[in-house]
């Protein structure tokens, strides 16, 4: 498959989980892919040596760093942004600098990310988020500050969307129910609950988001703009 032979596309948090899948989806169609990571160096190495792809250590809470990051890739034809933070607990007892770093992350990163792939984006390009089935759904306690910044993204998405489409640019946000990583894995002691709340009671593989951000990135998708794709076996039916 050569879906994307050629295209300059860049991941945001691309290490591991649901990121490393949609690495591993645009390099096997023949893109030029790079991707953000941070502290698995090790894992980082041996996707970029698997997929050769180049593998960049930048904080996505490092405004400037992920700025310059994004500019230096110059015409990104699609830029992912995966890289996101969890942090569940009672709001009360939780530590307020944990929770402002995972806005950082999984907020004003987004943002910053999006308008500056933006400015040298070619016409047509592809500017897609991984939101989250919590931004929509949040069927159990301690999950508030995480939800609080999917449902962000939503807004940003729409907005995003109106900004740049007469450049025919597509802003989407993916939204991931369970799904098999390090964040939720499917062994995991919150794994029947998380089924619980499923019509198909099992954890989404990260190949199954890649492969529909794939979707979203091609040329099909040229009319999907401003919209939230739900991936999530039912969890927010
Ligand atoms: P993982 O925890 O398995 O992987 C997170 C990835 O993001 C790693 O590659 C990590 O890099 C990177 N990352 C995290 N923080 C930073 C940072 N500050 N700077 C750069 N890279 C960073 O998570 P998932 O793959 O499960 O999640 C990916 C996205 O999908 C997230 O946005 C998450 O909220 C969302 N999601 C996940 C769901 C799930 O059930 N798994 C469900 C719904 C949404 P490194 O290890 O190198 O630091």
Redesign the pocket.
Known sequence: MNDFAGKNVLV?????????AIVRRFAGGGARAAF?????SDA?LALAKETGSEALK????DRKALIKAVADRGALDVIVI?????VMGDPLSLDPEAVDRLID??VKAPYHAAVEAARRMPDGGRIVV?G???GDRIPFAGGAAYALSKSAMQGMVRGLARDFGARGITVNAIQ????D????PASGPMAETMHSFMAIKRHIR?SEIADYVAFIAGHQAAMITGSLQMIDGGFAA
Not at 82 to 86: D, I, T
Not at 176 to 179: D, L, S
Not at 181 to 184: F, L, T
């Open positions: 945001l948090g691309g290490s591991r989980g649901i990121g490393a953000t990571y941070l502290g698995s980082a930048v904080d996505s809470a995966s890289a996101g933070a969890l992350v999984n991984i989250s089935t919590n991931p129910g369970p799904t990583s390090d964040m939720n990260p």
